[in-house]
């Protein structure tokens, strides 16, 4: 059966591959599952249809037959447990990468979103050039750990995994604040995640929904 | 075999049962799983022997012949998985459930967290009083979802799961703030998880710790 992921009509992010349907995308892209994609307005998300799926008004959503699910994480992980490539089969190690997901999206990414957030919405105002050093200094203590654990190695804990899809696309937040360049060897993960066919792919499909947007295609 | 979970020497809550280990112990007095306590203190945290366990240097970890695992959603998915009573049968359901442990650590969490956060590190700041309307806003827009979700049901999806042990414990960071009385069905929801025979259990456990501490039993 295949599955249907809701997206931005919109994105955003301009097609950067920041929203969190990317997250999806790429997981179904790495285990070979075809999917569909319906896109939903700002609007369309805070509509009773859209919240019967995602009780906040969210994107992505994901339908197989009678299940929906929403959470990009949660959705990450049903797709890792019911297909072959992105846990190991080692019980230890499955736990070990379940546990690198949730460090993605509980421990690296809220400090992530809240320097995007406060630049966002407190840009012009008079303490945000106070507020700024201490939001980054945040973020920096959690890459500064990640980069020591990392190391030299390829990805969190041996084989790519659906942890480091989640924490690749994290990281990618990054990117052009300059911060991911100052380790060098994030860089050099976030690049290999990158580097991975899968991810291109999926690059490309919510690319081509935002150029569809601006070409009235 | 016992696992031993890491937990503050001294937490910085007072024993309020706010600190992460909480989540993990009530997991495993749901399941019947014994288990032991190592106490870490704030500077024990940061050294290399700790820093093994958990790269971002915090509490809990877990740890279990081999395997080592830290973040607590992780944590309590793991016990979960591994003994009956914390995740439906029915895969389908499962899968659900999985969805509301995410959303209770990354979606409701982090609003919550940030206006602890500005409480304690902002509280004195001129902007104060500007910047917490905003940060309470966002956090009633999150509880105002999950309340109109949640409707009259006991929990959020059929029986008890895990996904209401996490969403419990987050929502009892806002018991003293005076939000959660705002909705009754919240506070409700929240009343019945802390009737549990196992949270009580759990929560006993960590206040005789912090009590221990402070008369140097």
Do not use: C
Request: aromatic share 8%; glycine share 8%; charged share 25%.
């Amino acid at each position: 059966m295949t599955p249907t992921i809701t997206a931005f009509e919109r994105s955003p992010d301009g097609g950067k591959g920041l929203a969190r349907d990317m997250r999806v995308r790429w997981a179904l892209e790495e285990v070979g599952q075809p999917y569909d994609v319906r896109l939903v307005s700002f609007s369309e998300m805070k509509e009773p249809a859209h919240l019967a799926l995602h009780p906040f008004g969210q994107i992505p959503t994901y339908e197989e037959g009678d299940l929906a699910l929403f959470e990009s994480g949660a959705i990450v992980l049903h797709i890792a447990e019911r297909h072959a490539g992105l846990l190991p089969d080692d019980a230890n190690a499955r736990a070990r990468a379940i546990t690198w997901m949730f460090a993605a999206l509980t421990t690296m990414e809220p400090p992530i979103v809240d320097r995007e957030v406060a630049k966002l919405l407190e840009g012009d105002e008079t303490w945000y050039e106070q507020r700024l050093p201490v939001l980054e200094e945040r973020v920096r203590d959690r890459m500064g750990q990640l980069s020591r654990r990392l190391g030299d190695a390829d990805w969190l804990d041996g084989e790519f995994s659906a942890a480091d899809l989640l924490m690749v696309s994290v990281l990618l937040r990054l990117k052009r604040s300059g911060m991911l360049g100052q380790y060098t060897n994030l860089s050099a993960y976030v690049a290999r995640g990158e580097a991975r066919p899968a991810y291109k792919r999926a690059f490309d499909a919510q690319l081509a929904v935002f150029t569809a947007a601006f070409t009235g295609r």
